[in-house]
Each structure stands twice: as structure tokens, then as C-alpha cells.
């Protein structure tokens, strides 16, 4: 197990018989969203560099998908810890082959602590991993999908694990830390505030608590920003200023 | 908002100003393996029968393509409670078009709560929603990447929003519970039998009581199924007759 140059963990992602290119490229690309880099693909399609599996694989066709190798699965049973994906389960404990089984969320939870080389395992479009595959793999991870409908596309799968294991494989996401969140001070000026405004307004006495509770509810629900807070408050003591210029 | 065949809640997809019939056909595919049917299409692209869009939307050929409706902005800003999906966010509190924003796992844990109609709203492959878009939608949300590219591909975003929404959407997954944990004394059972196999196979007494708390920390980590603690035990109980036999 390689760091990545972004700090996180790599976990390698392996693709058995692959059918069609482009989803080569949209789980390279999928990797490198989420700080993955190791591609093994066990009998691929042929990668033509003008052609989908480089199309569909965004910036990761600089790096993650000429760098993918090609092995077998005996390597890929020799040499890292497997997790199997499967969309198809056994219904109980009486075959072993696809049960147990944990779901993504899960398997991100396990491998926290697992400091194995890693290798998450996908099969072919049509049919997936073969029992004779799965029976060699480690573990079995499994995508909670629509009983009508459950299968999903490769490149779509291949995805929603990458994503689960993101806070494995990512140092830092993209997005800033909502540090923003308004006091409890502040809040409260807002809502004195607010019970001003009431009274500038001439909203009925008798109605003006409630119209404060329903407001103290609306923010409670929505966690305002110290900004969202000021702007209300200018906002709403200037209305109660020109309110009371006017009378 | 209408129930589902499944039971589940129906939440609407739009998509603005697709650019390729292949992610419309995608995105339908993801919405019916995670029990969504209502897709919205702000100025599509054309989706022949024969094209991308329906080779790409597996069965969702048959039902959420061709039941998409072309709509405009202004009828999603009227209608739902708007969700704009962007990969590219404000860095603080000092615009308002692109902050604060939710993670889809954020999203889904507030919607639960939400009876209000609700749509998310994605845009187009090469630059997403705009602005002017993102302004006029009630909340964002943007998925967590790799801060080194942080831009998914639409059908992939997509995916993992309607994901992350499942329990909302689908009233049954095709998983089967995992019933079959064992109970405590069935495990202790083993434990027992495991003790019985290292006198019978002659391990060193000095090391027996080392080697049966390695056993039991494999086994805590690993909460096997009934079925799998029973066959081990009658292993073990066979190995440790048959070893006896020969002595």
C-alpha cells in the first residue's frame, strides 16, 4: 500500500473481462475523483487512446488509465486482500459463495483499520464476477439497490464504492468548512430583531409571540450563517426605522 | 409527490442543458435502480430510440426515458423544492450562490423530514449549473472528492446522489437480511471445541491458552454466521477423534 501524493490511502480497484472501454475510463476517472490511482484489469478490452475508455476518462486519462496494468487473477488473489462485488446474493448461510455480504458503507467502516493491500474486485457488464471468481475472493460487498431493479451499470458501481471509500483514500476534499455558523447571540439579536419589527410593522399585539415562535422555528430549522444573521437583522432594523419615520 | 410502485417516495431528477444523450441514459438507469422514476429535462438534446440515451438506460428504456418531460427552469423553480448540485462551491459566506451547501449524505438526513414535492437539479456536463441557475434553487448540494479534481462526470454525480437517497426512494432493496449471525453460545460452543483440537492435536500446553485468544480475537473481528460456527465445530470435533484414533 502506496500514499498518495494527496496524503490519503490507496486501495487498488481491479476490473475482471471488462466488455466495453468506456467503462474502463469512467471508473479511471472515478478513481482519481476520489484519490484512488492503482487500476488492474484482469483479460481487458483493447484501450485505444483515441477511443472511449480515453474519452470517458476525463483527466484521468494523464495517469490513472495509462498506468493501469494488466494481471491475473491469481495475482490479484495473491497479492492483496479481495472484496468481491456482486448485485447478486445468496438468499442465506446455506452457500458461502455470495454470503455473507457487507454493503459499501460497511466495507468502508472495515477496512479502516485493515492495513492490507487492498483490492476491490468488479466483473464484466453482463454478468458480473462467476462463482468460481467470488469463490476466491476474500470478502463480498454488495450495492443496496431497488429489489424491481437492482443491477446496476459497472461504471455506476464501480462509482458508489469509490465514493464510500472516499474518507480512506482522499487527504482533503474540495470543499471549504462551513465555518460560518451564526451564534447563539446573534441569533437572539435577529429575533429581538425580529420582535421589533413586529411592533413597527403594527402586527396585531395579541399575534405577536406566536409570529415570533413560528420565526424562531424557521431559523432553528435552517442553521444560519453569522452573515445570514447580520443581513436579516440591518435588514429587518432598517425596515423598523423607515416604519417609524413614516408614522 | 407520488408513491411508487415499491412504496417508496418519488423525488424528481432534472437535468439542464444536457450536452450527451449517454448521461441522460445513465441517470435514468441510476433513478430506477434506486426507485426514482420522475426525470425532467431543461433543453435536451435529442434522445433518438436507437441512440446513447436508450443504450446507456438499461431497463429504464422501458419506463423512466421514455416518460421524461421536457420542462422549463421556471417550472421547477415553481414547482419543488429545489435542489442545484455543483462540484464548485464558495469559499465562505461572502456569496450566497454557491453557500452553504449540503454533502448528499447531509442532503438525504434533511429530506427525510421534508413532505414538499422535491427535485435535484443537475447541469450540464461541461461547466454545470451557472449562477443565474444556482441562484434561483432553494439548496445546494456538492459531493465531497479529491481537492487535486474535484469534477465529476454528470452521470456519475448523479449516481451517487440517488444513492445516497435510497432510503428515501426505495421501500425494498434486494438484499437479503443477514439473519444468521450466531449466538453467543454457539461461538462459546467452538471456543470450546477449539480448546478440545489443540489438546488433540498436541499443540503445547504452555501455549494453548495463547493460541485460543488468538482464535477468539479472529473470530470477534470476523461475527460469523450460525452456519459457519457450526461447521467448524463439527471440524474440529472430527479432527480431534480422528487424532485421538490414531494415538
Known amino acids: 500500500m502506496s500514499d498518495s501524493d494527496s496524503g490519503g490511502r490507496d486501495i487498488a480497484v481491479a476490473v475482471v473481462d471488462a466488455e466495453t472501454p468506456g467503462n474502463v475510463g469512467t471508473i479511471a476517472r472515478g478513481m482519481k475523483n476520489f484519490g484512488l490511482s492503482e487500476l488492474l484489469l484482469v483479460d481487458p478490452p483493447e484501450l485505444d487512446p483515441d477511443g472511449e475508455a480515453y474519452g470517458f476518462a476525463g483527466s484521468a486519462r494523464e495517469d490513472v488509465l495509462p498506468n493501469a496494468r494488466e494481471v491475473t487473477l491469481d495475482h490479484l488473489v495473491e497479492n492483496y486482500h479481495t472484496v468481491g462485488c456482486t448485485a447478486v446474493t445468496n438468499e442465506n448461510a446455506t452457500k458461502h459463495v455470495r454470503y455473507p455480504f457487507k454493503t459499501p ?17 468488479f466483473g ?30 459497472l461504471g455506476q458501481a464501480a462509482t458508489i464504492l469509490l465514493y464510500e471509500l472516499r474518507e480512506l483514500t482522499i487527504a482533503d476534499d474540495q470543499l471549504p468548512e462551513i465555518t460560518d455558523r451564526a451564534d ?20 396585531p399585539e ?42
Do not use: M
Not at 458503507?105 to 474486485?121: F, G, K, P
Open 206 to 247: 395579541e399575534k405577536q409571540a406566536k409570529s415570533g415562535r413560528l420565526w424562531r422555528r424557521l431559523l432553528g430549522r435552517a442553521h444560519p450563517t453569522g452573515r445570514e444573521v447580520r443581513t436579516l437583522r440591518g435588514l429587518f432594523r432598517r425596515a423598523s426605522e423607515q416604519l417609524r419615520d413614516e408614522q
Open 124 to 153: 464484466r457488464e453482463s454478468s458480473g464476477l462467476n462463482n468460481d471468481e467470488l469463490a476466491r475472493l476474500d470478502e463480498l460487498c454488495a450495492i443496496p439497490a431497488s429489489a424491481e431493479y437492482p443491477v446496476l451499470n
Open 184 to 203: 447563539e447571540r446573534a441569533i437572539e439579536g435577529l429575533h429581538d430583531q425580529f420582535a421589533d419589527f413586529l411592533v413597527a410593522v403594527g402586527h
Open 105 to 121: 458503507r460497511e466495507l468502508a467502516d472495515s477496512l479502516r483499520s485493515v492495513e492490507a493491500d487492498t483490492c476491490i474486485v
